[in-house]
Structure formats: C-alpha cells, structure tokens
C-alpha cells in the first residue's frame, strides 16, 4: 500500500490514462478525487474503486477551462480529505491536422484544455500544497511535448506549452517541498485515437495500462527523489 492514506486529485479521470492512474491509486491506499466533464463515467469508477479496493473516492464534475469550476476542485478536496497530496494532469484533447485545415476553434480548444487546464489544476493544487509543504505535480505533456511530428502545429504548441509550465513552476515550488513530474507518453493507445483521421498502428502503441504504471512508479519514489522527466515510447517508435 505504496499510497495509504495519500490524497490524490486525477483530472481526465473518466478514461485512458486517468481512469487507469485511479485504479492503481486505489490499489496502493490512495483517497481519490476524481475529476472529469463526464458524470457518469466518474460514478462508475468510483463504484468499481468501492467494490474492488474499498477505496475512498470523491467524484467532482469539473470542466477544466474554466478557473472557477478547477478552484472549486481543490476546495472541495480539501473540504473532504483535509489535503491533496498528489495531482495528476491528465484531461487532454487532441486534433491532428495540416496548420492549413487545423481550425481556428480547435486550435482554442487544445490551449485551452491541455494548458490552461494544467496551468489552472497546477495553480490551485500547488497553493494547497505549499500550505502543506509537500506534495507532487504529474503531467502529461506527452513525446509530442518534447517533439514534433507531421500535423501536430496546434496540438504540440499547447504540450509543449504543458512543458515549459511545468519545466518554470518546479522552479517556483522546489523549496516548498512541492515535486514535479513530466511524463512524455509516446502515443498510448486510448480513446484518444477514435476520432484521429491521420493512419495511425495503434497496435504499435503503449497501452494504457503500461503509462499507468509509470505515474505510479513516478508517484511512488521515495520522499527524497523526484522522477522529474521521463521518456517512455514503443520500441518502433523511438526519437
């Protein structure tokens, strides 16, 4: 029970990687808070988490473009479980287009979910945890937050603006005994992909289950390292 007890609030926690990050969680102990838009995907992970791990979990609708709903997040973690201990940014969207078909409004929808979502969820977790001097910052900026590829002009400007956030506020928090951890995910075989039109082999793919592992593993060290970046790609699809 690497996480007893631990407070952990997961964005994206409806499906892929979040929902698979909650399951582990419960597994080692974990009090969750699960966020995401979809209500009813959130009741159903809260039951399985009941009945397989007896976990202990929250389910909080939350949009996370929008400030006010991801405070309220925080607030209401604390509210029940008195901290947060661990976040884990994994709410994402993703359109993969030639700059000249990518539209206007879905360049918008990429910052804002994949950026301003993090930039929001990181704020509010990490004046929690400054209070509290300790607690860990996970995202998911993905290898497409690292490198580009052909038609990914908008989804890698927001990843790699997930990046460089990430990269600044460690910085900011390293003497709070707050951690941060980039996970550069080569594509991982989600949801993510259904409605991708580009031809993808997502049999080549990471699977959900083997990204999960990692968050784990990063959430997991002991209280004096940090898992600060890591690379994680299938073998075919190496940088």
Known sequence: MKLLNKVAVITGAGRGIGRESARLFAREGAKLVLASRTKDELDTLA????????????????????????????????ETFGRVDILLNSAGVGHLKPVTELSVEEFDEMVDVNLKGTFYASKFAAEVMVKQKSGHIINLPGILGKAVMRMSSGYSASKYGVTGLSKAITQDLMRDGVKVTLLHFGGVDTSFWDRITMRVQRDKMLTVQQAAEMVLISATQPSNLVLGELVLQPESHQL
Do not use: G, I
Request: negative net charge; proline residues 3%; hydrophobic residues 40%.
């Open 47 to 78: 039951k399985e988490l009941l009945d397989y791990h007896d976990a202990d979990s929250l389910v909080f609708p939350c949009d996370v473009t929008k400030s006010s709903e991801v405070k309220a997040l925080m607030d209401k973690a604390v």
